[in-house]
């Protein structure tokens, strides 16, 4: 068992990293402050797995706990979703009590702390990730929120969960293209925080990919323990928080134009990496040696092939107006200067962009 802190005072929370943890009772009594109701948010999928394991030990400990599950994917991330939950959470009559608990990927785990952020204006919610990419990304910061028709998490809060459960157990029972996504968002903490994380990774991947526990739980700590940091020194994305979002502009606009159905998150990810290690070249930031290297270890990930047809330049262009960097109609990207090294630049020439776009698209 590890444990991370999320060092933000009286919102301060541990990462738990381990195996496990869903039914041991004993780590619930023990490390999980909760209350007389939970309301346990799930996807079609996670649900037949692990819902019933984690309603058993919480109904033991004696805490009122009911279900409410969602369909799988991004079309799910909607403030109709929302509206689900929260008829449920007024039909059951939950009051301030009540914990809130996301059993699922990203999309559970954000949908799940907007509805803990907007019920009676912001009740207690616990993330329980059962995917690599939601372990070791989205369960921890507190960005809460859903999709708008014209971007990506357009409508949301910053709301901090009470704990974050990394049950690495879960992750056995991922597909294969699963694993890919969540190593993507890996590969981004040695990009832009963690030149030795990097090369550990490209030491590492086969047995990352094929689910080597001891492997995924060092990857999973460390990458944890970077976004910490990051989201300690910047928790509601005023600064150095946006380098987090390295290959994300690039992604959120690929699944954007393709109304998320094409790409999963990660796969959005690792692309739009690419494109931003090229960008960096062509901006005058990264030796084209690092951006071979980034390039290299992607292409070991089975992903690139899987680059949507058919978008062109000036789509693309209009969707990163919608992106949350954008500044008075200024595009801002996340580039690298070397491994382990990552900035937001304001000051991207459109024709070296276009000319990005064009290699790819």
């Given at each position: 068992m590890m ?6 005072g ?6 738990h ?8 009772a004993?780590?619930?009594?023990s ?6 109701a939970?309301?346990v ?10 819902a ?12 009122r706990?009911?279900m409410?599950?969602?369909?799988v994917?991004?079309?799910s ?19 301030r009590t009540?914990t809130?608990?996301?059993?699922g ?5 954000d ?5 803990a952020?907007?019920?009676?204006r912001g009740v ?5 990730p ?10 921890v ?5 859903v ?7 357009l ?5 901090q969960p ?8 879960t992750l056995?029972?991922?597909p294969?293209?699963e694993?890919?996504?969540?190593l993507?968002?890996?590969i ?9 994380f990097?090369a550990f ?5 086969d ?11 060092r990857?999973?700590?460390r ?20 380098i987090?979002?390295?290959?994300h502009?690039f ?13 999963n998150?990660?796969e ?8 931003a ?43 990163f ?12 990207f996340?580039?690298t ?14 024709e070296?962009?276009?000319k990005?776009?064009?290699?790819f698209?």
């Open positions: 444990h991370v802190r999320v060092p933000l009286e919102r301060a929370y541990n990462i990293i381990g195996s496990s943890f869903i039914e041991d004993a780590f619930w009594r490390s999980m402050r909760l209350g007389a939970a309301l948010v799930t996807d079609r999928n996670v649900g037949p797995l692990y019933d394991r984690l309603r058993e030990v919480l109904s033991a400990l004696g805490v706990t009911t409410h599950e969602v369909a994917g991004e079309q991330k909607t403030l109709a979703s929302l509206a689900a939950i929260t008829d449920q959470l007024a039909e059951e009559r939950h009051d009540t809130l608990i996301a059993l990927g990203g999309v559970v785990g949908l799940t702390g907007f509805a952020a907007t019920w009676l207690r919610y616990l993330q329980v059962t995917t690599l990419l939601a372990q070791v990304d989205s369960s910061g507190g960005k809460t929120g999709n708008h028709p014209l971007g990506k998490n409508i949301g809060a910053f709301h009470s704990g974050v459960i990394a049950d690495l157990d056995s029972t991922l294969k293209r694993m890919v996504a969540g993507a968002e890996v981004k903490y040695g990009v832009i925080r963690d030149a030795e990097f990774i490209e030491q590492q991947l047995a990352l990919l094929a689910g080597d526990p001891e492997h995924l739980g990857a999973v700590a990458a944890c323990e970077i976004k910490a940091e990051v989201v300690a020194a910047d928790e509601r994305e005023s600064g150095v928080r946006e987090l979002n390295f290959g502009t992604a959120h606009a690929l699944e954007t134009l393709t109304d998320y159905a094409e790409l998150h990660g959005a990810v690792a692309i739009g990496m690419v494109m290690a090229e960008l960096s070249v062509a901006e005058g930031y990264l030796a084209p040696s690092a951006r071979d290297r980034i390039v290299r270890l992607i292409q070991r990930l089975p992903v690139l092939e899987r680059l949507p047809t058919g978008l062109g330049v000036d789509a693309m262009i209009e969707a107006q919608s992106d949350k960097k954008t500044r008075a109609g200024r595009l801002r996340v580039l200067r070397g491994l382990g090294h990552a900035e937001t630049s304001e000051n991207v020439s459109e070296r962009l276009t990005v776009l064009e290699q698209l």
